[in-house]
Structures are given as C-alpha cells and as structure tokens.
C-alpha cells in the first residue's frame, strides 16, 4: 500500500470511524446522509481580549471522497441571502436534531475533507 492509501484509510478512520450522522442537502435539494465530525460550542474567544464570550460556533467536517460516492459535490458558502444555500443536519448529544446553511467551507484537497463553518438555518 502507497502513502496515500495509508492515508486515506487513516482519514476514514479519524472522521468516519468516530463520527457522528450528519444529513447533507445541496442548494438543488440533493440530499445524504453521511458521518462525519461535528462540533457545536457555545462559547468564543474575543480576539481582542482574549476572554470567552457568549456565542455559537458550529462546525462539520466530511470526507470529500465519501460526498462524491453519495453523488454529492463538494459544499460551499453562499454570500448572498436570496441563494438556497448548502444545508447540514445533525443532532446534538442529546439527540436534538438542529438544521444549518453552511457559511463557509474549507475544501482541504491535500487530505480530502471539506470543514463547513456553519450557522443558524430555519428550513420553513
């Protein structure tokens, strides 16, 4: 086996192996549903200060080669408020499921991942 293959069964493994099901739904209304590492806290650090503070920082990160196998693309942010924008849904640890638009995405084509940045979204 090759460095790469090592490395993307590694990758499996870290964001597949340990993750969690997060239902992926494109701006057309494509949807899946994948695993993969997500994370919800609800308190920042202020740059400027250095102290924590109140808010909300929502994160998915997928396997680009498990969103292409589920004949996803790759998700991305939408700027503009009229577009439909990339949604994910995931529950939380206490199986409250909470519906996101995905703000900003990070494609990592080094490793294979994509990590969306994602906000506050009402599917109604």
Known sequence: MDLRSVAAAD????VEGDG???IVT????????LTGLAADVGALIDPETDTMVSG???TVT???ASLTAAGMGVPVGIA???????????????GTTH???????????????VTCMLEGYDPT
């Not at 503009?80 to 206490?94: G, L, Y």
């Not at 996101?100 to 991942?113: C, L, N, P, S, Y």
């Open 11 to 14: 990758l499996a493994t870290t």
């Open 20 to 22: 969690v099901a997060v």
């Open 26 to 33: 494109d701006p057309d209304g494509a949807s899946a549903e």
């Open 56 to 58: 909300r920082q929502a």
């Open 62 to 64: 997928l396997r680009v």
């Open 80 to 94: 503009e408020t009229a577009s439909k924008p990339w949604r994910i849904t995931v529950a939380d640890v206490e």
């Open 99 to 113: 519906d996101f638009a995905v703000g900003r995405a990070f494609h990592d084509r080094t490793i294979g991942v």
